[in-house]
């Protein structure tokens, strides 16, 4: 990378652009936690046999595996709302970049323009001496 690349990099945009993919695989790793936790308690529940445990047992684990679920479910409600805002958030960076894209476009135009008036006076007067 040379100097003049990295003058072009914008500090607040890596640092956002980071903590975008921080929270990502902050919200994955709870995911993963999640299903891993109900999997885990689904798996208890399948091992217990009723003739040989009491039913207070498979009881109380199908307690545990509601309270799972809905730990599950109230995970996936967070990240849920968690990705509409960063949709949200998402949609006005698009529409700040297409702005800036525009203004951009235009100053790139007019420094065109600008150049070949420069040059078409710079012709003018050497035809002149």
Do not use: C, H, W
């Amino acid at each position: 990378m040379t100097e003049a690349d990295s003058k072009n990099i914008d500090n607040a945009k890596v640092t956002l652009f980071l903590r975008q993919l921080s929270s990502s695989k902050k919200k994955i790793d709870e995911r993963k936690k999640a299903k891993q936790g109900l999997l885990k308690q689904i798996k208890r529940v399948r091992n217990i046999s009723l003739p040989k445990k009491k039913k207070i047992i498979l009881e109380r684990e199908i307690k545990e595996l509601e309270l799972k679920i809905n730990e599950l479910i109230g995970t996936e409600r967070k990240l849920f709302t968690q990705q509409q805002q960063e949709l949200f958030f998402s949609k006005v960076l698009e529409q700040r970049i297409s702005a800036l894209e525009e203004k951009i476009n235009e100053f790139l135009s007019y420094r065109k323009e600008r150049k070949k008036k420069i040059e078409e006076l710079e012709q003018k007067i050497k035809k002149k001496k």
